[in-house]
């Protein structure tokens, strides 16, 4: 199997190869007796052979895992070996008559396969195989009976192939080798209409210019094979040295696609990770307020009951009962600071009552008057719930610290298939997102739900921070 690593050897070697060939097909053109227009094949006849090659090895070394590059490659030298014809020597031009349609065997392989250059199916394989059987076989029988005349061209070298010259022999077998590239050419425009169907859109955004040009180009190869004139042969010269660039094209959209697909799987696989990792750290959190509801905080309760039992049975010792009197309050102040660290945590009133209850409690609490407007018609999403809680948990936090706040409100709307939550203060403003943080680590958990977190705080003029949570 060939390696499909393009060396620069490699690429030195077969681009030194076509020039050889391009320069042939020149001396061959300018030396022929039998070629019309000698200008305009001496200068379409090694630009398509090079626009081929040239453009295939581009593709060759960008998309290696592609055999596209390969056979643009292999079509630019078929080209030039089609151009054999126009040389002088009987044998040399016989074996150009029958070559000539090679070439289009593997302008069919490519456009068959386009754009990994691999046959996928039996369907494809047998079209693949009648072009390189019909496309330079279909006029070998003519060539039996076909002499200069049959063939278009009275001043041809000798056909070395004929037995017998029969006009009206040569003229049936033409005419059948017609009918083969007709049918031929409608089978795989059926097969490029029903392949395209169904295929998504960005593959079809890459299809429709390549299957254009190519159908197009094929379909002008076909006529002038069938016998239309050197007109349509020019047209096809010309459709083909342009084509090449069409199936680069393709070929690199192609690329972008993939990579437009991995990266979306990519963030895809992020947001989801991210998500997860959210949810995860919400049930920890959960976890740990439990733990702490229903452990250290239990025994603390429970040793307050205890040191309330033993001051009743020391009315006798006051000085005992100071000190009991102030294990008690520092057991107290310890009882507040661990319920305020598991509210901090999680609240178990956002798990049991939702939203809207876990910020009353969170309003009542703040060291400004606040008010509320929360729209609680039904439970949100866990995570979409924490979010909007620790968003409004920070901002408090930051105009008890900073504000010099006198009032503020909090409101958490649901429309469109998103939770806006909106906190507002009348203080000093001047808040920076940059030198803290708090709102760094809530932009972060409401940017892993796929929300935005922004904040608005000019000098003078009051602070609004603003989240919007898809649910």
């Not at 031929?184 to 299957?211: D, E």
Request: glycine content about 8%; proline content about 4%.
């Amino acid at each position: 199997m060939l390696d499909p690593r393009l060396t620069r050897a490699r690429t030195a070697a077969i681009a030194v190869a076509a020039l050889a060939a391009g320069a042939g097909v020149v001396w061959l053109v300018l030396a022929s007796d039998h070629a019309d227009a000698k200008g305009v094949w001496a200068t379409f006849g090694p630009a398509v052979g090079w626009s081929f090659v040239g453009t295939g090895l581009y593709a060759w070394r960008r998309r290696p895992e592609s055999r596209i590059g390969l056979l643009m490659v292999l079509l630019g030298f078929a080209w030039f070996l089609s151009l054999v014809e126009l040389a002088n020597p009987p044998l040399l031009y016989t074996i150009g008559l029958v070559l000539a349609g090679l070439w289009g065997g593997v302008f069919l392989h490519l456009g068959v396969t386009f754009p990994s250059g691999r046959l996928e199916s039996r369907f494809d394989r047998a079209i693949v195989i009648a072009g390189y059987l019909i496309l330079p076989g279909a006029v070998v029988p003519a060539l039996f009976f076909a002499g200069p005349g049959e063939l278009d061209c009275d001043e041809c070298p000798a056909n070395l192939l004929l037995v017998r010259r029969d006009e009206d022999l040569a003229s049936v077998a033409l005419a059948l080798g017609a009918v083969l590239f007709v049918a031929l050419f409608l089978v795989v425009l059926a097969r490029s209409i029903r392949y395209w169907r169904r295929t998504g859109t960005l593959v079809r955004l890459q299809l429709t210019p390549v299957y254009i040009c190519a159908l197009g180009t094929f379909l002008l190869v076909v006529v002038a094979r069938a016998g239309a004139g050197d007109a349509v042969w020019f047209a096809a010269f010309m459709s083909s040295a342009l084509l090449p660039f069409a199936f680069l094209g393709g070929l690199l959209r192609s690329r972008v696609s993939e990579l437009d697909a991995e990266l979306r799987a990519r963030l895809e696989d992020l947001r989801a990770s991210r998500a997860r990792l959210v949810e995860a750290g919400d049930a920890e959190r959960r976890r740990l307020e439990r733990d702490l509801h229903d452990g250290a905080q239990s025994r603390l309760v429970a040793l307050a009951l205890l040191l309330r039992t033993a001051r009743t049975r020391t009315a006798a010792d006051p000085e005992l009962a100071a000190v009991l009197d102030r294990a008690q309050e520092e057991l107290q102040t310890s009882l507040a600071e661990l319920r305020e660290l598991a509210r901090g945590i999680h609240p178990a009133v956002l798990t049991e009552r939702g939203l809207e209850q876990a910020l009353r409690s969170l309003v009542s609490r703040a060291p400004v008057p606040v008010s509320l407007e929360a729209d609680a018609e039904e439970r949100l999403p866990g995570p979409v719930e924490s979010a909007a809680y620790f968003v409004v948990s920070e901002a408090l936090a930051n105009i008890a610290k900073y504000s010099r706040a006198s009032s503020a409100t909090v409101a958490v709307r649901r429309a469109n298939g998103c939770v806006t939550v909106e906190v507002a203060d009348d203080g000093i403003g001047g808040a920076d997102a940059a030198r803290g943080s708090g709102l760094r680590g809530l932009a972060d958990r409401v940017a892993a739900l796929d929300g935005t977190l922004s904040l608005d705080s000019p000098a003078g003029c009051g602070t609004c921070v603003r989240a919007e949570i898809p649910i």
